[in-house]
């Protein structure tokens, strides 16, 4: 394990216990497969836990079925179950809150400041440090989600992803008390997804605007059907789809990947 320190549930609980009313069933493991899948199973088992959290993954997800690399100690992989008033459509831009809540809580644990790469990847220039998947649930009249999150903290050498990468370590210099990162994280979320819950997505299009790492760059957009958007990106819209100013018209997009288009 590269981290001076191990997650402790009980040191998590005391960092939360200042920051909110808050006391969440909370399970931290040694090594879980992914802490989604292991989550969604005790929630099936109906086993009355709120949050996973796991020193290492040995098939941790990514979206769009890639892998998200998970070693001892070297990251913070956590997720949260939540349910959700009305339906499951209702959701669709929850990974985008998702990536809100990881930003602000790294910021505030570490005193740097990410950017969001539309839909939910949180940067530091322009490299990826941490990501959210989604796994939603529930029927047309109420929804739930599992919301994971994996932050790189510390990979001290070992090898990561294969896409321009970085981890809490390499940008401050420190490696930050990740069950302090956890307790942040947690309050965070879980005062995020209260107003989601309550509002949607409109109240966060201005905090998205502040983070954004996309708006102005010229981007490829693949779109649901892999519809494929050349264009400028200009921001979110108040139901968090991705505007993009092609040479035809403004298109919104409400889910896909983007990348960032080679300088012509
Ligand atoms: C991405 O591809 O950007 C999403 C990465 C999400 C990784 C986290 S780590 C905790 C949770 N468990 C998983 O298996 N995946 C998520």
């Known amino acids: 394990m590269t981290n001076a320190r191990a997650l402790d549930s009980r040191r998590i609980q005391d960092w939360l216990k200042p920051l909110t009313k808050i006391t969440p069933t909370l399970q931290v493991e040694r090594e879980v497969d992914s802490t989604n899948s292991h989550l969604a199973r005790l929630r099936a088992d109906h086993?009355?836990?709120d949050i996973v959290i796991a020193e290492a993954q040995s098939a941790g997800r990514g979206r769009r079925g890639r892998r998200w690399i998970s070693p001892p100690g070297?990251?913070?992989?956590l997720s949260l179950f939540r349910?959700?008033?009305g339906p499951v459509r209702r959701l669709e831009t929850l990974s985008l809150v998702a990536g809100l809540a990881a930003a602000g809580a790294i910021e505030r644990c570490c005193a740097i400041r990410p950017g969001l790469k539309w839909p939910n990847d949180v940067l530091i220039d322009g490299r990826k440090l941490a990501g959210c998947l989604i796994d939603l649930g529930g029927s047309a009249g109420s929804s739930s989600a599992i919301i994971g999150i994996g932050i790189n903290v510390d990979f001290g050498g070992l090898e990561g992803p294969d896409q321009p990468w970085t981890d809490l370590a390499s940008v401050t210099g420190a490696v930050p008390d990740r069950n302090r990162l956890a307790a942040l994280l947690i309050e965070?979320?879980?005062d995020d997804l209260d107003r989601f819950d309550a509002h949607g997505f409109a109240p966060f299009q201005a905090r998205w605007a502040d983070r954004d790492a996309l708006s102005g760059r010229d981007v490829v957009a693949c779109g649901p059907g892999k519809t494929v958007v050349h264009g400028q990106a200009c921001g979110v819209?108040?139901?968090g789809r991705l505007l993009?100013?092609?040479s035809d018209r403004l298109h919104r997009l409400h889910g896909g990947d983007v990348?960032?288009?080679a300088s012509r």
Request: charged share 20%; proline share 0%.
């Open 237 to 239: 819209d108040e139901c």
């Open 83 to 85: 349910a959700f008033a």
């Open 244 to 246: 993009l100013q092609a």
């Open 188 to 190: 965070q979320l879980t």
């Open 259 to 261: 990348t960032l288009r």
């Open 47 to 49: 086993r009355a836990v």
């Open 74 to 77: 070297a990251g913070l992989y």
